[in-house]
Structure formats: C-alpha cells, structure tokens
C-alpha cells in the first residue's frame, strides 16, 4: 500500500482493550457494596453492559466519568 492509499483508507473504529469488571469489582472500585451497584443498574443510574443476557460488566472508564459526577452531586447537595 503506498503512502496516499494509506490516507485515503477509511478510518477504523477504536476497540477498547479495557477489561470490563464484574459487580464485586465494580462496588469495590466505587467504594460501595455491590447491592448499591445492583440498585443503580436496576434504576439505569450507572452505564453498564449486558454479557449473555444477565451477566453485568462495566468499563473503567465509565465508572471514573460516574464517580466523578456522583461526586458533584454530593458535593452540591
């Protein structure tokens, strides 16, 4: 492939490598017990994925993003 084939080629979605964690992991990554977690899944408060149907997993980076505006709601509260 030459140089000019190689800009003109479509541009790739970026797969995240990040290793999703389970509930237990989540909770303790957030500092709460994973029926907190599992009450924010059932509320749709927290992102999250669905693996098989009813397995749950999240994204590090999600959680960071949720914690950090969970943190200024506690804050302004």
Known sequence: M???SLQDA?????????????VKE?????????QTVYLWVERKQIPHLRVMGCNIRFLKSDLDSFRASFRQEMENA
């Open 26 to 34: 989540a909770a303790r990554y957030l500092g709460v017990s994973p």
């Open 10 to 22: 479509p541009t790739t979605a970026f797969v995240s490598s990040e290793i999703p964690l389970n």
């Open 2 to 4: 030459t140089e000019s």
